[in-house]
């Protein structure tokens, strides 16, 4: 009903726009000696077909567009819904205001739809303004946003978003299977998004990343003790997904399950909840100190002249100094140093004198 309605209008206007054009058309070309009788028929039929055709697909684009209003609305806040529509307020009052010289200055069948289509931009873009700077439109009134509060979640639990690189990573489902994280635990869609990215990409061992990470979160979504939900917000004032991340998190009042040590950063700047399952990990290592003597194997060379690396059971890196001639041996060496950086622990040692193998 809704898409014929759309079409009958838009029909009865091009039938009058035709019916002026071949109305008008014996005074464009007077050598051809028109019939205006005929030249009317003629662009009022042309107007009806083309009305009927193009009120079609104007009204079956505009039904869709309204039947996933609704969908777009719950995806968005009540601070961008109020902004968005003093947006549209604000553009209909300026463009109404631009639009007088062309309605005054140009003819009425080319002023008048001239002026309809810039009211019509500076309205949709004072929305669209208007609702990604929500937040400072409402603090300049000296309200603030309410947290937004997610259907089928416990609003009085913890509440996470988990970034790619967590998801990657993996040990987010060892920290729920301990009882260390409970509560809400969230991915985005465009998180998802990103992770199918790297799951279909050339490179292989990016896929099998990809996959992995899209593996934890499915996971996640079967484990006990968590309430696990994809979120469809898309957050379109920020580009990249890190500040999509930032920004969602702060307008939902909830945590950031990440590894990536840059932006666990900015986010504990911002005052966000921070789990890093590598710190965890790091901090539960068992230490060793300096004049502890371990067992490893010398597994490479080193970057310095006759270094060589070996690994701790955990996965710590020991450099052993004069350690090159003991590849793939297994040694004692006596601890020297340790060092831990923001991607982990390293030790440094020295061959104690006592090759085992």
């Known amino acids: 009903m809704f898409v014929e309605a759309v079409r009958l209008l838009i029909t009865l206007a091009l039938l009058v726009v035709g019916y002026n054009m071949g109305e008008a058309m014996p005074g464009w070309f007077p050598a051809a000696e028109f019939d205006q009788g005929v030249t009317e028929i003629w662009g009022a039929m042309l107007g009806v077909g083309t009305g009927y055709v193009l009120g079609g697909v104007v009204g079956r684009a505009l039904d869709r567009s309204m039947a996933k209003a609704p969908q777009a609305a719950s995806r968005a806040s009540g601070a961008e819904l109020f902004a968005g529509a003093f947006g549209v307020i604000t553009g209909i009052i300026v463009g ?34 208007f609702a990604a700077r929500s937040d400072d439109l409402l603090s300049v009134t000296g309200l603030s946003r309410a947290s937004r509060q997610v259907p089928g979640t416990d609003e009085d639990t913890d509440r996470y ?14 920290l729920v299977r ?7 635990v969230w991915a985005t869609a ?13 490179d292989r061992n990016r896929r099998r990343r990809g996959r992995r990470g899209l593996d934890v979160l499915d996971g996640l979504a079967d484990m006990p003790g968590v309430t696990f939900l994809v979120l469809e917000d898309t957050v379109p004032q920020h580009q990249e997904v890190d500040d999509k991340l930032l920004a969602e998190a702060a307008k939902l009042h909830a945590g950031l399950i990440t590894t990536d040590h840059n932006l666990a950063k900015a986010a504990s700047i911002r005052g966000l909840k921070v789990i890093n399952p590598h710190s965890i990990g790091e901090s539960l290592r068992p230490e060793v100190a300096a004049g502890d003597v371990i067992e490893v194997t010398v597994e490479r060379a080193g970057n310095e002249p006759g270094q060589g690396v070996a690994f701790l059971d955990d996965g710590t890196m020991v450099v052993i100094s004069q350690g090159a001639a003991a590849i793939g041996t297994v040694v004692q060496a006596e601890v020297t140093n340790t060092l831990r950086t923001a991607v982990g622990r390293m030790v440094f040692a020295s061959l104690s004198g006592v090759r085992i193998s």
């Open 96 to 129: 109404s205001v631009l639009a007088v010289p062309t309605v005054v200055l140009l003819p009425a069948n080319v002023g008048w739809p001239l002026a309809g289509l810039i009211v019509l931009v500076l309205a949709a873009f004072s929305a669209k303004l």
């Open 190 to 202: 465009f998180v998802i998004d990103e992770l199918q990215g790297i799951a279909d990409a050339a």
């Open 161 to 174: 978003l988990v970034d790619s690189s967590a998801a990657i990573d993996g040990r987010v489902l060892d």
């Open 178 to 184: 301990s009882g260390l994280l409970k509560g809400n």
